[in-house]
């Protein structure tokens, strides 16, 4: 007769029980101990010939070890996703997926949903003032009062080129919450996934509905630093491997966004030399030049299911050319091999 060693919920190792398996009435554990067992299974069966029937009387202790931990990394990763609803402020859903391998959450990441400035740096997070339109789409509302067009037509899709400054209403305008012009201040209208990526690149995030094209999708968050300790932290950055650095450049490079501690679902967006994401400059409550929002917009279909990837060299102007290198939104100073995969791959991160 099989025989289950069961930890129960709430209650130390010390009581842990065998039990034959009609006693358990967990049908979805005893599919996951089996799928888990089976991985494993395959996974050695790559390195030499091994049967994928186990007839032994006993668990292997190594598969023993290896269902436990997946088990451990299950709940792990259940109760980081739950952490990342209960602080997102945006009407997406985040979920965490890992089938690849045993990582689980990280350890040294904080969520925020804006800017955290650094200590020192001041953000003026309210306009001195707004419109008082009726209607933003045929009045001279904010983006004309900063000399530049509307952002969106009336499918919340972005008609304007890339490079060009997107000015939505803010605080002190009149219009309300269903102005066409407030989009980004929304935040991630769609369901996404932080999954583990099986082609070496660590974590990654795919959209579990479809994606119009030029559409919003999400801001890039994190730490407002100088660009002198931004100096100073890529040169530690670069030891580790690692790329969360982004140049606020819209019309100076005094400021820079680290996102490795603190961030958004972007923290996780890996780079592709093909992306199907484009960054934006947005000024919404604080129009200062130096200070932009960065906004991650669709540039085509993307289907559920699919990852989403922007180009680490591009800049808000749109430009990736070699000159944009120093000041590119993912600032590295060795040659790191790009594993995107894209037809047009350019070989390196920078």
Request: proline share 5%.
């Amino acid at each position: 007769m099989e025989y289950y060693l069961v930890k129960w919920k709430g209650w130390p190792d010390s009581t842990n029980t065998w039990e034959p398996l009609q006693n358990l009435k967990c049908p979805l554990l005893l599919q996951q101990f089996s799928n888990d067992k089976h991985n494993y299974l395959s996974q050695v069966k790559k390195g030499k010939a091994i049967s994928l029937k186990d007839n032994n009387k006993a668990l292997k202790p190594a598969i023993a070890e290896y269902i436990v931990k997946k088990a451990k990394q299950r709940i792990a990763l259940q109760r980081w996703q739950d952490e990342l609803n209960r602080r997102k402020n945006h009407k997406g859903m985040i979920f965490v997926e890992n089938t690849v391998d045993l990582e689980g959450p990280p350890s040294d990441f904080y969520y925020i949903n804006e800017y955290k400035p650094a200590p020192g740096i001041s953000l003026v997070n309210e306009a001195t003032f707004g419109c008082s339109c009726t209607d933003c789409f045929f009045e001279k509302c904010c983006p004309a009062e900063a000399g530049v067009l509307l952002a969106y037509n009336k499918n919340q899709q972005i008609k304007i080129p890339p490079g060009t400054p997107i000015y939505e209403c803010n605080s002190r305008c009149q219009c309300g919450p269903d102005c066409p012009n407030r989009i980004v201040q929304k935040g991630t209208q769609y369901s996404l996934c932080i999954f583990r990526t099986s082609n070496g690149c660590g974590w990654g995030v795919k959209t579990l509905v479809k994606i119009k094209r030029m559409s919003f999708v999400m801001e890039y968050v994190g730490e407002v630093i100088t660009s002198e300790e931004a100096e100073r932290r890529g040169q530690l950055y670069d030891n580790k491997g690692i790329t969360y650095l982004f140049d606020l450049d819209y019309e100076s490079d005094e400021f820079t966004v680290d996102a490795a501690r603190y961030g958004n679902v972007s923290h996780f967006v890996n780079h592709s030399c093909d992306p199907n994401l484009q960054v934006f400059n947005v000024f919404i409550d604080n129009l200062d030049t130096r200070l932009p929002r960065i906004a991650l917009f669709s540039t085509r279909t993307i289907n559920a299911g699919e990852e989403l990837t922007f180009d680490y060299q591009m800049k808000g102007s749109g430009d990736i050319s070699s000159d944009s290198v120093d000041h590119s939104p993912a600032k590295k100073r060795v040659r790191t091999v790009c594993k995107c995969g894209a037809v047009t791959c350019r070989g390196y991160l920078n």
